[in-house]
């Protein structure tokens, strides 16, 4: 099964003092199923949340390049990298703290990831904190004028090929596809694989967005209406009614 043009529209904030309702939708389509993940706290209304097309894989995975495959490449203090993490206003808990060996080539870097002691594996195809430490790999692909706050905002393609992973142990390759496209976004590849050299996942596409932070202590999110004209809606549906005026009253409601 293949997660294809997978957007991320809005964080998901988790309020420890008051329960968080998810609802996963599914549409079938001709080509598999549109999926919209929707969440919902206390008596608030449903927003979106993240939203992906869900079809059959297609391709056979190509082998992974998880190994640097010369001596150049740098190895890099695991320590130093939550340092910095930390001091960019990521404050990453001991769950989520699963790099244990990181290398940096040109573009590229390479990774050893392990889920930490006491994590219930329980109920997951791929343990949330197992991928996002492999997402962190990312960093050592990135020149030193780029490290800053990146957040995954879209993924073109993401495949989990082993679906009996029983792995708390992942080898990660990531290499970048713009390194030096611009300094806002980024798009990288990520290939994991187990132990053994069998490929757990890929993602293909992944599209990342710098955040300035100005506040390093904390890393939060505002909504704001943004009035926009679209291309196929330039003239206003009722006579005299534009579309600021709508906007207004949207953000009034």
């Not at 964080?11 to 919209?36: H, I, K, M, S």
């Not at 869900?54 to 490449?73: G, I, K, M, N, Y």
């Not at 992944?206 to 003239?235: A, G, I, P, Y």
Request: aromatic residues 4%; glycine residues 6%.
């Amino acid at each position: 099964l293949d997660v294809c043009r997978l957007k991320i529209r809005r964080p998901l904030e988790l309020d420890p003092q008051a329960a968080t309702r998810l609802q996963v939708v599914l549409a079938p389509r001709d080509t598999g199923f549109e999926c919209r993940i929707l969440g919902r706290q206390a008596e608030g209304t449903w927003q979106l949340h993240a939203s992906c097309q869900l079809r059959a894989a297609t391709a056979t995975a190509s082998e992974p390049v998880v190994e640097p495959q010369d001596e150049s490449a740098e190895l890099l203090s695991v320590a130093e990298h939550y340092e910095r993490c930390s001091q960019l206003g990521l404050h990453y808990g001991t769950a989520f703290r699963g790099v244990c060996s990181l290398r940096r080539g040109a573009a590229e870097a390479w990774g050893q990831v392990q889920l930490p002691p006491g994590v219930d594996t329980q109920g997951y195809l791929l343990h949330p904190a197992l991928l996002d430490a492999c997402l962190q790999v990312t960093s050592g692909a990135l020149p030193h004028e780029m490290h800053a706050a990146w957040l995954p905002v879209k993924v073109q393609t993401y495949r989990v090929l082993d679906t009996d992973l029983d792995e708390v142990e992942l080898r990660v390759h990531v290499r970048c596809v713009n390194p030096s496209a611009n300094r806002r976004s980024l798009t990288v590849d990520i290939t994991a694989a187990t132990s053994t050299g069998e490929i757990a996942f890929q993602i293909a596409g992944l599209q990342l967005q710098r955040v300035r932070l100005s506040n390093t202590d904390d890393l939060q999110f505002h909504e704001r209406w943004v009035c926009q004209l679209r291309r196929n809606e330039s003239k206003p549906v009722i006579p005299g009614l534009s579309v600021a005026d709508v906007a207004n009253h949207l953000e009034s409601c």
